[in-house]
Structure formats: C-alpha cells, structure tokens
C-alpha cells in the first residue's frame, strides 16, 4: 500500500472497491508510522487500540452499504497539546510526561464521528510555545526534507507526520504561527481557520485569545475535507462561532479569475533571496491564472511581533499557572511547604522558553506595567486588525510568505530567543486580527527545502482560501 | 518575577534569563511609539452578538466523578488532592 502518496479521496474509493480494508490500512499506516519515527521523532504516542477500534467500526459499516463518513478510514494524527480520552496528552511537556486525559477534545470527537483514524500524537513545541519544535521535553522532531533542519514549530511533529506520508491528515494548533510555519517548512498544506472557527474545547490553553486548532494535508482539498469535519458551533466552547459551516469541497472550482490579491509590502522587505524568488514565481502564477495583484499597507506590521509577545505570554502565564504539582501528574520529589512544592515542580517541570514566556506574561500583568504593556499592546492590536480590514475593503484575499527563510538547522537559533520571536512576523499578525490563513507549497530551495505561499482572507471566508489556494496548487504552484 | 511567577531557577537560570529578558522588554518598549489614543483595547476578537450569545442552556451534565477527576493526581487520598502541610500546628 502506498499510504505515503494517497489522499482522503484515494482511501475511500479503496475502501469501496474493497481494496483494502479500514483495519488494513490502519495496520499499515502505524507499522509504517513506527518505522519512520526514529528518523524524525514526530510522533510521541500511539494509539494502536482506539485506531484499530475505530478502523473495525468503519469497517462494519461499510459491509453494511453505510457511509462511514467524510474521514471513515483516514489515517490522522493529532498534535499533542489536544486531549484524546485515554491516550497520554504530553502538551511536550515534562510536567504532563504521564497526564491521560478523562475528555476527548471536540475536535477529536468530530473527527473520529466523521470516521477519522486517531493513530498517534505528535510532537510539539512545549505548551505550543516555540517555533522549532526544539522545546520539546521528548527532543527535537526531525524536517524530513533535510534531518538536520527544524520542521518548524510548535506544530513540528504534525507537519512531518503528513510530509513523511505516515499521516493522511493531521490536527494541529496555531498561536502565532504554529500550523503555517511547520507546514512552509515540511512542504504541505497548514490551515489557521478564523478564531472561533473550530471548537478549542480539549485544546490546551496557550493564550486563548490567539488559540486556534487547524489542519495539516498534502493536498488543499484533504486540508479543506477536515476543516468541514471539524468546524462549527460547540456549547463547550463559548468562544465558538455560532456560523454556519459551508462544505468548502464544494468551492474548489477553479474559478478564481478577476479575484483580487492584495500583496502587503511590508511582508517582502527582509526575505532571503530563494524565498522573494519563490513568492514572486508564485505571484506570476497566480495573475497567469487571472487574478488581480495590487499592492497593499499593512503599516501596523512593524509593532506586530511586540503586541504579540506581550499579549501571548500574559495569557500564557496565566493560563499555565495551573500546573503547580497538586492536580497535574509531576510533583517535586521534596518540598518543605505549599509555596515550595509549588515553586520546586515548576521549576523542575517547565523548560526553558516557558519559563521565559512565564516570567515576560508575569512582568507585563504586574501592578504598575499593566497599563503600559498589557493594555497598550491591546490598543495596538485593534490598530493592526484594522489595517486587515481597511486592506480588505479593498482586494479579496491577500498573498505573503509564510517565514523570511525556509526550515533552518536544528541548534541555528535556540540559543537567541528574540531572533526565534522576530521570525514570527509574518504569521501573527492574522492571529492578532483573527482571520482564516494558510500555507501552500510554492516550490523548493536549491538545497531542496520547501517554501509556502500563505494566503490570508477575511473573517469565515475560508472557501474563498481554499477556492484560491486549490487553484494555484492544481496549476502547478508546488513546483518551481 | 520568579518568584511572583512561582519559579524556582538556578543561578545559572537567572543569568541567561536576565540578558534574554532585558533584550525582549526593551523591543517590547517599541509599542510606546504607536498613537493609540483613538483605539480601545481589543479584549474580544470577534464579538458582534448579544453578551448572551454564547451561552449554553443549564442543562447539568454528568460530571467526572471524582476516580476520574483524581486519576492524575500525584498524591490523592480519600476522594481529595493531597499537598503538602500548609498550617503547622
């Protein structure tokens, strides 16, 4: 079975023919999953039972002349800060190196409902928080386009799953960039839907007010198929929207003549070379496939990386403050009173970006800083969602690149946390704004390494992204 | 702010920490040059609805129960969270 260049569409008309079965190709998917996993680390769990179980339900209804679904038989993984009930949720996290959750996440649910495969969970940026995956507790996961660069982060283990082919499909989570940027970097298709877009219930809480839970896929068209699974009102989120969701299979028709692009100038100023060339040939493609290129201002971008940070590590500071060593699995083995406890397991279970993070959020919520940067950042990002609208008022959609430079060497930049943040600039200025955006391939480096083109679109206007984004990849825009 | 964060660090810790920090705050110092005098803060991303909107019906649900909710735990004992002693007698 060649499961590493199937897509969603190849499986089920498989399991219809009867090619294979579900439970065959689950079997097939972990034997091949387990093999590949000492090159690039991106898995930290199995869930052989719960996939084998669901693969034998698929099954079943199959033989029965029943639809299993949009996913029945999908081989997926999931990242590993999204509770699967059961099954080890690690979040990267030495604190959570024994956490089984009692709850599956919605997502999760939704997922396995639509007859989606859970086979493993992946590596991860501790708490979602990095951009290499190297802040993960359990190691670095591994590019599988060069094995001594980064996948990027904190989605790393996701994007490789679905770039070495063990995953169809995979889930992951975006703060600031944590889908696109792995998936610029492994060559495959990452979405950040609109906030509130996907339930995050069963999401672990990294900044909620950014938080998002997306896809990975090797085509726009499976990426789009999960996004439909997924998506949707959910009464256990409260920030979820209550929006209705299109079948977004259903507008990939090609029909994206006389659509107008916007191109952000600040987005282009400070590119390597290999990535300006790539993004101007995708560019060329996508006006030789009719749309209209105009140059736009984003002109809020250069305070973009500074909102951010300090937004993301207040909420995070908050939001981690749960792990104390009462609740969570890791404790300290020797404390001498409550606050001890509580300092010594902190201590000893988190690493070293999420102590940084930690420290930042705690300094700008202090009485006396708040004002100046917590409240003044939130000024801020309502002037940069502004700008988003302002330029949407004028284009449909708008075309940057994902990251300045392609996947870089593992230990390149772990040593200069501002270096790792300011690489971030292109993708958390739509987490700010909240808006749907995406990374599609746009071809390779000399040295072989993937870039993305990401596509950013208006709040719930995903079909128009994927419409776009299907239309380039089918004309041709992975190539160089 | 280790300590207002509940952090136990090193010395070795401290050091790094202090450079990386300083580095960050003073980027961070660049937001003071942004005229926001005509912005609110943005504390919802996307709100257009009733404050009533997103909320659910009171419906109970089954809970946990507490073998679940515990089973994490690094120290329980008699359906409670155990911590260290924090009033000595």
Redesign the interface.
């Known amino acids: 079975m060649e499961i590493a260049a199937f897509t969603i569409d190849r499986i089920r008309d498989g399991l219809r023919t009867r090619q294979f079965s579900a439970v065959e190709l689950a079997t097939a998917a972990l034997e091949f999953a387990h093999a590949e996993n000492p090159k690039t680390n991106a898995y930290l769990t199995f869930s052989e039972e719960r996939a084998l179980a669901t693969a034998r339900r698929v099954d079943e209804q199959l033989a029965r002349g029943e639809d299993p679904g949009s996913l029945g038989g999908i081989p997926i993984a999931v990242k590993d800060v999204i509770v699967t009930k059961g099954v080890r949720t690690t979040c990267g996290s030495k604190l959570l190196a024994?956490?089984?959750p009692?709850?599956d996440a919605t997502a999760v649910e939704r997922l396995e409902a639509a007859g989606g495969v859970i086979i493993g969970k992946t590596n991860c940026d501790e708490f979602a928080m990095g951009s290499s995956n190297e802040n993960s507790a359990f190691g670095p996961v591994r590019n599988p386009h060069a094995l001594d660069r980064v996948p990027g982060g904190s989605s790393g283990g996701s994007a490789a799953a679905v770039a070495q082919g063990t995953a169809i499909v995979a889930l992951g989570s975006d703060t600031g960039g944590s889908i696109r940027q792995p998936a610029s970097f492994c060559g495959v298709v990452g979405v950040t839907p609109?906030?509130?877009r996907v339930s995050r219930y069963g999401l672990t809480a990294f900044a909620s007010?950014l938080d998002h839970i997306g896809p990975f896929g090797r085509t726009v068209r499976d990426a789009a198929a999960v996004l439909s699974a997924i998506a949707g009102r959910d009464?256990l989120d409260?920030?979820s929207?209550?929006a209705p969701v299109p079948d977004y299979l259903t507008h990939l028709d090609g029909k994206v003549k006389g659509l107008k692009l916007g191109l952000p100038r600040e987005y282009l100023r400070d590119l390597t070379s290999e990535t300006g060339d790539l993004i101007a040939k995708a560019i060329d493609k996508l006006k030789k496939l009719g749309c209209e290129v105009r140059d736009i201002s984003l002109p809020?971008t250069?305070?973009a990386?500074?909102?951010y940070?300090?937004i993301a590590t207040a909420e995070a500071?908050s939001n981690l403050?749960r792990y104390?060593?009462?609740?969570?699995?890791?404790?300290t083995a020797s404390?001498?009173?409550?606050?001890?406890?509580?300092?010594?397991t902190?201590?000893?279970g988190?690493g070293?970006e999420c102590?940084?993070r930690?420290?930042?959020g705690?300094?700008?919520l202090?009485a006396g800083y708040y004002d100046?940067?917590y409240?003044?950042?939130?000024?801020?990002?309502?002037?940069i969602?502004?700008d988003f609208t302002n330029a949407f008022a004028e284009v449909d959609a708008m075309v940057a690149p994902v990251s300045p430079f392609p996947a870089f060497k593992i230990g390149e930049k772990i040593d200069d946390?501002?270096a790792m943040?300011l690489s971030d600039i292109y993708t958390i200025t739509g987490d700010l704004a909240?808006i749907p955006c995406m990374s599609v391939p746009c071809g390779k480096t000399a040295e072989g390494l993937p870039v993305g083109l990401q596509i950013l679109a208006k709040?719930f206007d995903e079909a128009r992204m994927f419409r776009l984004a299907d239309a380039f990849e089918r004309a041709g825009g992975a190539q160089n | 702010m280790a300590d207002l964060a509940n952090l136990h660090l090193t010395e070795d810790e401290v050091r790094k920490f202090q450079a990386d920090l300083d580095e960050i705050l003073v980027h961070f110092d660049r937001l003071n040059e942004v005229d926001t005098s005509q912005f609110d803060a943005m504390a919802q991303v996307l709100y257009e609805a009733e404050e009533t909107a997103t909320l659910r019906a009171d419906h109970p649900r089954p809970g946990l129960g507490s073998e679940l909710a515990l089973a994490n735990a690094p120290v329980a004992g008699s359906g409670y969270f155990k911590v260290p002693e924090v009033i000595k007698h």
């Open positions: 024994n956490y089984v009692p709850y609109t906030y509130g007010s009464p409260s920030t929207a209550d809020a250069d305070y990386i500074a909102c940070y300090v500071s403050a104390d060593g009462v609740r969570y699995t890791f404790r404390s001498e009173s409550l606050s001890d406890m509580y300092r010594k902190r201590g000893e988190f070293a102590k940084r930690i420290m930042l705690t300094y700008v202090s100046a940067y409240l003044k950042a939130q000024k801020v990002r309502a002037l969602a502004r946390p501002m943040y909240g709040h």
